[in-house]
C-alpha cells in the first residue's frame, strides 16, 4: 500500500518580512556605497583642481580710489601696508596722503630750507630719497613708518622723516645733475653725475657706516671714484643696485658700463649695448639687484642680468629676455619689493610683468597720464601719479605671477644662469630667491627610475614566470609562488632603508664588479642551457622532469662569484684616474668616471635604485604573469607536444601568444608600481632634481618631491598649488599609459580569442 505524501505547505515559499527588510536595506546601502564613492572621486577632483586652476589665471586689477597730492611728483612711495603713499617734488617738503581719509600732511625735510636741489632718486626698497645740489653735494634723507595703536583698538601709520649726511664731491664741477643711492646695511655707494655737455664727470662714493658700542653710529667716506675716463660717451642715466654692489651708467652711444664697488675699489667690468647704438630711455634694477630692465626710444624692452657665460668666468651682463614693446610716451616702471614683478607702461598704458616667465600678468589703460608709479611692499596695490598731482590707487589680485605654462613645462633663463634650463628649486636662503618650479626634472626623473627598475626587473620577472608555469615541477611551483607574493607585500621604507645604508655603499666601491656579474651570468645561463642541450639523451632522462635548474644554479653562482672576485682586476686594469694635482695614479671607478665621461658619480645613484625598485616591482610582474601563463588552456599545450613540439617549443609558439594580452597588463601593472613609488625614490637616489640618464646619479620623482616638500610648503601659496600640479601630471601620466595599455591589451586578446 502506497503512503499518500502531505501536500506541501505554501509558508515554505513565502520569505518572511525581516529577510525582504534585510535585502532592501542591503541593496540600499550598497547603492549608497556606490554613490559615495562616485562622489568621493569627484569630491577629489574638485579639491585638486581648486589648488591648481588658480596657478593659470592672470592678475586681476581694480580701482581703489583717487587721491590728489596738488603737486607735480617727482617721486612717489608708499609705506608697506599700502596706507599712506608720500609725494615729493624736489623741495624742502614731503607730503603724505591718507588713502583712507583724505588727510594730507606735510613734513618738512630738517636741513633743506634754502638749498638748491638739482637731483633726486629713489629707493622704494628702504623708502631713502638721494638728493644732489648745485653746490656739488650729495646727501639723502629717510622716510620711516610707525604703525600705533590708541586706547580702543584703533590703529594708525605715523610717517618720520629722517636727515642724513651731506658729502661734497671732490671731482667736476657745477651742480649735481643725477644721484642714485644704493644700500647693503653695512657699505653704501652713490652714484653722481656732475655738470653737463663736455664738463660732465660722474663719480661713485663708497660709503661705511661705523657703529660703536652706544649709538647709531656715523656714516663715512670711504672712497670717492672719477669714472668719467672710462665711459665712452655723455652719460644719460645713473643706477646704483639696491645692495650697493654696483653702479650702472648708461651713455649717449647706446652704450651701458657696468661698475663693481667692492672693498677692494670701484672697478669697471663691462661696457654692453642693449639696443645696439641707441641708448635707453629707462634703467631700473629687480629686486636682488641681479637683473635690469631697460627700455629704449621705441619702446623695446628687455631684461640683461649677471651670470657667468663660462665656467670659473667672471659675472658680466647678458640679455636673459625680451618683453612685448611699449607704446609712446614717457616710460613709467616700479619694480616690486618682493620678487620680479613690476610695473611698466608708456603713456596711458601700464602692465604688469614678471620677469622670471616673462609673461604680461596684466595690461590696462589708465584715465590720467601716469609720470610716476610705485608697487607696495606686498603687491597688493600700485598707485599711478600725473604730472599735475593727481594719482589713482588700484588694487592687485595676483597670488602666483612666478607660474604658468612656461614656468612649468618650458625652458625659463633664470637669474645667474647660463642659458635657458629646465629646474625644480622650490625654496632658497634669502628673500631675494627667484623660485624655479619647473616640473620637466620631476617628470624625467619619474621616467628614468621607472625605466631603470623595469629594466631590471622585466627581464628577471617574465623569464621567472615562463619557468614557473612550463618547466619548474608542480612540488616546487606550490613554494615558489607564494614567496613570491609574500615579496611583494615587504614595506617600501624598509627596501628603501636598504637600499640607501647597505646596498649604496656596497655598490660604490664595487661598480666593475657588477658589470663583471652582469655579464657572466647571463652568459653562464646561456652555457649551461645549451651544454645541456648538447648532452645525451639518456643522461638528460635520469633526471626528473623539471629539476634541471638543479644543475644550472651552481654555474650561475660560480659565475656571479667569478664576476665579483673579478671586479678589483678588472678595475686596476681599466678604470686608473690620475690625479692632476701629484700625477698619482689611483685606481677608482668612483673617480675615473668623472674624468673620463664628465659627469658626476654619486653613492645613491640609478643603479642602486634599479637594483632595489626592481626587487620591489618583479613580485607584481611574475605574479601576474605567471597566472596568464598558467590559465592557458591544457588543450592547447598537449595538442602542441602530441604534434613533436618541445616544451620550449609550446611556450614559444602557444603559451606566449595566448597569454600575451595577460603578460601585457602585468608589465603595465609593474609600471604603475614604479611609477607611483616614494619612499623607496626617496632614500635610495638622493633626491636631486636633475635631467640626465647618468648611470650614476639620483634623480628626483614627483612623487617622492609631493613627499617631502608638502609638509612645508605654506598652504594656499605657489609653492604649495604646484604639489598638487604635480600630482595631477603624475595622475595623467598613469592615466595616458593605462589607457594606451588597456587598449593594446584588447588588441592581443582579441587577436587570441582563445581566452
Known sequence: ???????????????????????????????????????????????????????????????????????????????????????????????????????????????????????????????????????????????????????????????????????????????????????????????????????????????????????KGKLSLVEEADVSASLGAEPLLLRASQNGAMVLVACADGGVSYFMADAAGVSKRQTFRPFDGAPPRQMDFLFGGVSVVLTAADGRQSQWSLFRADKGGERLFGETKVFPPLGEGPVVFAASQRNRTFLTGAGRGLSIRHSTSGAVRWEGTLDIDPVTAVLDAKGEHFIAAAADGTARRYSIHDPHPEAGWRAFFGKVWYEGGAEPVYQWQSTGGSDDFEPKLSLIPLIFGSLKGTAYALLFSIPIALLAAVFSAAFLPHEIKRVVKPVMEIMSSLPSVVLGFLAGLWLAPILETRVPSVMMMTLLVPLAALGAGYAWCRLPIGFRNRFAYGSEWMIVVPFLALAGWIGWSLGPVIESVLFVYKDVATGKEIADFRLWWPQAAGISFEQRNSLVLGFMMGFAVIPVIFTIAEDALSNVPKSLTAAAAALGANRWQVVWTVMLPVASSGIFSALMIGFGRAVGETMIMVMATGNTPITEWNLFNGMRTLSANIAVELPEAPVGSTHYRTLFLGAVVLFAMTFVMNTIAELLRQRLRDRNKIV
Not at 579639491?47 to 590728489?68: D, M, Y
Open 1 to 215: 500500500m502506497s503512503e499518500t505524501p502531505y501536500p506541501p505547505d505554501p509558508k515554505r515559499f513565502e520569505v518572511s518580512r525581516a529577510t525582504l527588510w534585510f535585502d532592501r536595506f542591503m541593496g540600499w546601502l550598497i547603492r549608497s556605497g556606490g554613490v559615495a564613492v562616485i562622489l568621493a572621486v569627484f569630491g577629489i577632483f574638485y579639491f585638486v583642481g581648486k589648488e591648481v586652476l588658480p596657478l593659470f589665471r592672470s592678475a586681476e586689477v581694480t580701482p581703489a580710489g583717487k587721491i590728489t597730492a596738488a603737486m607735480a611728483p617727482a617721486v612717489l612711495g608708499v609705506d608697506e601696508w599700502g596706507e599712506m603713499p608720500y609725494f615729493y617734488d624736489g623741495r624742502d617738503k614731503v607730503v603724505f596722503l591718507n588713502v583712507a581719509d583724505g588727510t594730507r600732511r606735510e613734513i618738512e625735510v630738517p636741513g633743506l630750507a634754502g638749498l638748491k636741489i638739482t637731483a633726486h632718486a629713489h629707493d622704494a626698497v628702504h623708502h631713502r630719497i638721494a638728493l644732489g645740489l648745485d653746490d656739488g653735494r650729495v646727501g639723502s634723507f629717510l622716510i620711516s613708518y610707525e604703525r600705533k595703536f590708541s586706547d580702543d583698538g584703533k590703529s594708525s601709520v605715523e610717517p618720520t622723516v629722517t636727515p642724513e649726511p651731506w658729502f661734497t664731491l671732490q671731482h667736476g664741477s657745477g651742480p649735481v645733475t643725477a644721484v642714485s643711492y644704493g644700500d647693503s646695511g653695512a657699505g653704501r655707494v652713490i652714484a653722481a653725475r656732475r655738470g653737463e655737455g663736455g664738463s660732465t664727470t660722474v663719480s661713485v662714493l663708497r660709503l661705511a657706516m661705523k657703529r660703536g658700542l652706544i649709538g
